[in-house]
Each structure stands twice: as C-alpha cells, then as structure tokens.
C-alpha cells in the first residue's frame, strides 16, 4: 500500500503525477523533493520573471488545493540521500532528515545540476548559478548593486539572462568559448542572427573566448579575467555552462547510467522496474528514421512532459512508446526562438528570411526528409514544421525555399519510399 | 471573484473561481481542468491553449496581438473567428468569461 514514490518535484515528477490522475490511475502517489518552494515551473526564471513581467505565484504548477484534491502527497524539503530497493522494484527511501519513504515502484524525476567552473574566484560571493527559485531570489536580491554583469556560457540560459538583463539597464558582456552562439543546439545561421540581434541591442558578446579566472574586489567578485589578461569588470558573474544530470541515485541503486540514467522507450531504466523521466534519463532518440542505438538526453520541458507521460502510461501497465517530436523555445528579449525537431545527420539547410520584420526559419533536411527547424520570431513556420513531424508529413525542400508560401499549405503526404531511391 | 465557465469538446462543464489577474489557462491548469495543455507555461510557445470564447465575452477582451494571432493560425484544431490561446486573456474583476476547448490540443 506505498504506492508510487516520484523523487524531484519539477517539470517531470509533476507531470508525472497529474498525468497519472488524469488517466484515471488511483494507487497512491508521493511526490517528493527537495526545494523548499511549492512546485514550479523553471524556464521564466531566465526570461519574464527575471524581468518582472510575471509574479513568483504565476510561475505555480497546480493551486496548493490541487495536490490534496487529487490525492498527491506533496512532500517538500527532503533531500533522498539513499534507496534500499529490492529486486521486485520495491523499497525504502531514506531522507537527509532520516525520514523514510516506502515504495512499491520508483520514479526519479531528479533532473540535473549546472556544471560548475574550475578556475579561482568560483566562490566569490556574486558568483552566480541559475538552475532554480533560490539561485533566482539570489540573482534578483543583488540586482540593486549591480551594474557591469559578465555572463560566462553563450547557451539558451546564459543568454536569456544577459537579454533580461539588458532589458532591465545592466551593461552585460557575455563571453563564450566556441565560435558561436548555442553551437550544441542550433545551426550556424540560427546563432550568426542571435548574434547580431544581440549585439545590437547592447550586449558586448566575446565569442572564442576563454575565462582565465574570477577576481575580486574587497571580498566579492570584481572582475573576470581573460585568457589573452584583459579584465572585464563585473559587479555580478552569471555562470552558464551547461549542466549535468543527477545519477547519483541511480548508482547508488545499480542502474545503468551514461550521460544520465539508460532508459528504454517506456522511461524504465535497466533493472524493468524504476523509471527515470526529464533532464536525467538517457532515451532511445525518438525521431523517427533515427539510427538504431542511438540515444539522447534532452533537457527541455517538452521532453519532461512526453515522458512523463509514456511513464504514467507504464504504470498504469499500458505501453505507450515515446513517439513525440522534441520541440524548445528561448525567449531572448525580443527574440521568440522555437525548435522543432533534431537537426543531427541533416546535408542541406533551407533558409527563410523576412529580414524587415525579424524573421528567420532554417529548415534541416536530409535529402528530402525534414528533420528539424530554428525558427526565429515564426512562430507559423515552427507550428507548421512541429505538425507536420508529428504526422510524419512531408514539406519539399523546393516549395519551402519561396519565403512567400506558407509552410502549412505546402505539407503533403510523404512519398512512399521506393528503396533508396529519393 | 470572477467565474470562468470550461466546456470541453463533449460538452461538459465546469466552473472554476478564478483570482484577478491570472490568465483563463492558469486558472485552467492550476485546478486541474482537461482540455488545456499549455506546455510553455503562457510564455506564447506552443498554441496548445487554445479556446473558442463565447461571443458575448469576445467583444469584451483586449485585442489579439500579432504573435498570438500569427500562433492562433497553427493550432491543432483549426481556428474559427472566436478562437484565442487562454495563456493571453486575462481575468478581469467583475468578468465571467465562458470558453469551450477544442478536441485536441496537440
Ligand atoms: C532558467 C531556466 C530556463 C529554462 N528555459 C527553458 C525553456 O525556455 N524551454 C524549455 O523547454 N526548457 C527550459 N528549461 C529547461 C527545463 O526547465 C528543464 O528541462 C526541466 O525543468 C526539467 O525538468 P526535470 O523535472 O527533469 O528536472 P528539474 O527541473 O531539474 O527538477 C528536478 C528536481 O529534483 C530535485 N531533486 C534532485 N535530487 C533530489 C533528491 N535526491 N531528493 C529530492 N529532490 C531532488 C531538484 O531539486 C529539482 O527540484 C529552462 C531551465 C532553466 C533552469
Ligand atoms: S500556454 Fe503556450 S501558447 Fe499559451
């Protein structure tokens, strides 16, 4: 009579959760973890309520009569530190505070952690991290005595907050290793018109450039020095270098893990019984014509939420494969960033541009199959290309290439495969 | 407190109290109606929020903006002249609204 024991109380453990009342699922369920704040979602944290746009309540997944309404035990601020699991799946949960937490089945919903950086001056006071709530109450009660910020880390998260940042007066640098912007996760084009877009509304962007380390004034961060020794002063440095999945636990219990927990196409890990969902769980990639064998870790609201599902599926003992198209948004000032699809092993891009509004889609295509599209401020094209993968539908590459045809009047049927013939 | 009226695509209804300021998909997916999934949270995303508002209500609301109608054009059942993403109307002291939500959002 333990029930379902959800470790992580985010976008997944919810998801999961409510999924599984929403299909009807009545076996009891404890959704735990270790924030002290009732359950919220994370992607304003960088984006509207960094800028005030948006209040801390807004950003609630359910009403707080929401969770005992539907017979969700809420558990919050305990911290699982270690699981006794049996070969039948089930088990004991031990928290930092000694309380226990039996289980039927398990589901770690534990996400992931920012990667942090190596070098001196990382433990200066004004050194920052944006992962969660704290790390943003931290990042906005300092705000009043900030005004150079550096932004380390040119990825979605560092430069959202640089463009909020902006938005709100600060004089933001943002320096970034690699030759261009968000180089794991958007093609060239994608990041050479962010790159432009940000500049011009004031943010100094430093590409192929590296951080030798943090310095101080008096015993706070003062500044970030360069590899070629050029001191940029810094009332405040945001640090935004990627982040690592938590499989710590996972381990610990004897799960496979390799750039997060394995999971199969129904979030089940490799002992048949616990499930891992979100940021830490490593899927069978989802696309369709993927490689066999291949595997993914997405960290996106989108995949929390579609393999929530398939797990709350699991669990109520239907099999519901992943078979969602992974889609992401960044909203950056006055950049709208969609994605739909991935874009790996794709041999020619279709670009389409209204350059007077803004606007910029890049399709990836492998020979005349669609695979993905970063859509900047197309929100039209983003649908289009998102519902036409979901429905495994064609648009050719020759009438997508007239920036004048919308993309949604020229999806057709995919053509029957006639061998490998194109 | 304002009412908000949810008729989902069977017909059924509910009605939820709603606090002034929150939009009709917060208050939706707070108390845990069907019909709106709202995968971005309101931040003008996903089109998954999408509602038919009544026509008397309709008159009554601030206008739709570029990137909501430009989305509104994209959703998973296609929009009629009442159709508006949930996430963008907010809750008025004073305003019932009666929305009804489509069969699919995705
Ligand atoms: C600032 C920011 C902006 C973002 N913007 C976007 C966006 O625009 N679009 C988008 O698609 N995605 C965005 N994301 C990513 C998205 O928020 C994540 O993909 C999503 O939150 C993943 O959900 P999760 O539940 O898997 O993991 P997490 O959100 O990381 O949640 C895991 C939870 O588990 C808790 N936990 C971990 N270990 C334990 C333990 N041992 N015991 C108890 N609790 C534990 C953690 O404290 C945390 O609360 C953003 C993320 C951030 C941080
Ligand atoms: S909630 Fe995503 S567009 Fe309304």
Known sequence: MSGLLVVGSSQAGVSLATS?????????????????????????????????????????????????????????????????KADDGSGVAHSMSGAQFAFDRLA???????????MEGTDLPGVLYLRNADDALELKAR???????????????????????????????????APRLVARAVGEQTSAHLLEHHRSTGIEV????????????????GGVELADGRVLPAD?????????????????????????????????????????IGDCANQPNPMPGAPPGDRVRFESVNNAIEQAKVAAYAITGRREEYAGIPWF???????????????TGHDRTLVRRDAGKGKQSVLYYRGERLLAADCINSPLDFLAVKAALSKGLAIPFVAAADPAVQLKAVTQPAPVPVGTAR | MPTIT????????????????????????RNGVPGIVAECGGSLSCATCHVFVDEEDLATLPPVSDMEDEMLYGTAVDREDTSRLSCQIRVVDGQDLHVTT?????
Not at chain 1, 254 to 275: K, R, W, Y
């Open chain 1, 20 to 84: 599984l009342r929403a299909l009807g699922h009545e076996g009891p369920i404890t959704l735990l973890g270790d924030e002290r704040h009732r359950p919220y979602q994370r992607p304003a944290l960088s984006k509207e309520w960094l800028q005030g746009t948006v209040t801390s309540e807004s950003l609630l997944f359910r009403s707080d009569s929401y969770w005992p309404e539907h017979g969700i035990d809420l558990v919050k601020g305990e911290r699982v530190i270690r699981v006794d």
């Open chain 1, 108 to 118: 770690l919903a534990v996400g992931a952690r920012p990667r942090r950086l190596v």
């Open chain 1, 143 to 177: 705000l009043p005595d900030v005004r150079d910020v550096v932004v380390i880390g040119g990825g979605f998260i560092g430069i959202e907050a640089a463009a909020s940042l902006t938005t709100l007066g600060r004089s933001v640098t943002l320096v970034e290793a």
């Open chain 1, 206 to 221: 430093l590409l192929g450039t590296s951080v030798r380390r943090i310095t101080a004034r008096s015993d706070h961060v």
């Open chain 1, 236 to 276: 405040l440095v945001l640090v935004g270098v990627g982040v690592v999945p938590n499989t710590g636990l996972a381990e610990s219990i004897g799960l496979n893990c390799a750039d997060g927990v394995l999971v199969d196409e129904t979030a089940v890990a490799s002992d048949g019984h616990t499930m891992a």
């Open chain 1, 329 to 343: 948004w960044s909203n950056q000032g006055a950049v709208k960033l969609q994605i739909a699809g991935l874009s």
């Open chain 2, 6 to 29: 949810y008729t989902d695509a069977d017909g059924q209804t509910r009605d939820v109290q709603a606090t002034p300021g929150d939009s009709v998909m917060e208050t939706a997916v």
């Open chain 2, 102 to 106: 489509p069969a699919t959002q995705v």
